[in-house]
């Protein structure tokens, strides 16, 4: 029989967080010449907006605002759900059913289920950027401002950046951790497949005029943001408590 490899709980090495937390900061910067900079976000608007109806096709089709938004958002939410209250219920159990192993990775994915949605949904809130739909360029009422412009005082805050829909589905940013740390490329496959499913819900939006392009590149940023937040900490946690050595369980795939 195969001897399961043991891992320490640190499920990232630190030069790898120094690295991520680099190009969260460069990636940062590009999102930003991109809002400020560039009529990317008007030009895609443009697209999907009718002139002659003065309306967006997509904003009530069934493709997009039954099915690409209230249903899945209710199956990502109840998903969300299920991977906290396991986690807690392993903590109100006193860890009475998952092996520390798994345990560990768990509570990543579920801290990312709580601290995504919850911070997107903060910077929603304090935002005055508005959603395309709103602005009088596609039969709205408000102005067109860019993220670093000055909103004069009589504007209404728009509360639409960054893409709170998104958000639904990036928190699955976190089950990479699951790979970690012996299978690196195969934790990059689940991060990069968590991140085009946020993306491809923010392009729905942006087929309805709910968002901006920008609006969901920047819900990307912060749901990696979060994370690389998350695996900070744990490794700060972990050598407090003299990276203790874990095992996963008996003839786990994730071992070999």
């Given at each position: ?157 728009g509360n639409c950046l960054p893409g709170g829909h998104a958000s639904t589905a990036l928190w699955l940013v976190a089950v990479c951790v699951v790979w970690l740390p ?75």
């Amino acid at each position: 029989m195969h001897k399961p490899t043991t891992v320490t709980t640190i499920l990232v090495p630190p030069l790898a967080l120094t690295w991520a937390t680099g190009g969260l900061l460069l990636s940062a910067g590009l999102l930003l010449w991109l809002g400020t900079l560039t009529d990317i976000d008007l030009r895609l608007a443009d697209y999907f907006f009718d002139a002659a109806t003065q309306r967006f096709p997509w904003r009530d089709a069934w493709l997009t605002e039954t099915l690409g938004h209230r249903y899945a958002k209710i199956a990502l939410t109840v998903l969300a759900v299920v991977a906290i209250g396991v986690s807690l219920g392993d903590v109100i159990l006193r860890r009475s059913y998952l092996p520390p192993w798994w345990r560990l990775r768990l509570r990543v994915v579920a801290a990312s289920a709580v601290l995504t949605p919850l911070t997107i949904s903060l910077l929603k809130r304090a935002s005055d950027s508005h959603c395309p739909w709103d602005l009088a360029r596609y039969g709205g009422s408000q102005p067109y401002l860019r993220i670093l412009d000055h909103v004069p005082a009589w504007i209404d805050a728009g509360n639409c950046l960054p893409g709170g829909h998104a958000s639904t589905a990036l928190w699955l940013v976190a089950v990479c951790v699951v790979w970690l740390p012996g299978h690196p490329r195969m934790a990059a496959l689940a991060g990069v497949s968590a991140l085009l499913l946020g993306a491809a819900l923010g392009w729905i939006q942006q087929m309805r005029g709910a968002h901006f392009l920008t609006h969901t590149l920047w819900s990307l940023w912060i749901s990696v943001a979060v994370v690389v937040g998350v695996l900070c900490l744990q490794a700060y946690v972990a050598r407090n408590q003299g990276r203790r050595l874990l095992r996963p369980p008996p003839n786990d795939p994730l071992a070999t």
